[in-house]
């Protein structure tokens, strides 16, 4: 088992960056791929990044490719989500999940969630 504590979250003008904080606790850290996802209201959940055991391979939404840029310190057990560029559309829950072995696009194959942290883009 893992959990997973998210943060960084908040309230940012269009243009601006936030950066996420993924820290996770319990088993060993580096045995998961970690995903990001979001949620805006009355959307569905939506993939926004993974990155690999090590760190060495990512994937990214269109949508955020070349603004956000996900990393891993396995030393800290944390993932980060530097997001640029924020744009109003941008705003939503966001959530870490963990897997052990590969990463996926798919939110369903995440066994591990935080409990999300709010980010709002103003325009």
């Known amino acids: 088992q893992v959990q997973l504590v998210e943060s960084g979250g908040g309230l940012v003008q269009a243009g601006g960056s936030l950066r996420l904080s993924c820290t996770a606790s319990?088993?060993?850290?580096?045995?998961?791929?970690i995903g990001w996802f979001r949620q805006a209201p009355g959307k569905e959940r939506e993939f926004v990044a993974a990155?690999?055991?090590?760190?060495?391979?990512?994937y990214y939404a269109d949508s955020v490719k070349g603004r956000f840029t996900i990393s891993r310190d396995n030393a800290k057990n944390t993932v980060y989500l530097q997001m640029n560029s924020l744009k109003p559309e941008d705003t939503a829950v966001y959530y870490c999940?963990?897997?052990?072995?590969?990463?996926?696009?798919?939110?369903?194959?995440?066994?591990?969630w935080g409990q999300g942290t709010q980010v709002t883009v103003s325009s």
């Open positions: 990155i690999s055991l090590s760190g060495g391979n990512t």
């Open positions: 999940a963990a897997r052990v072995g590969t990463t996926s696009r798919n939110g369903n194959d995440y066994v591990h």
């Open positions: 319990g088993r060993t850290f580096s045995n998961y791929a």
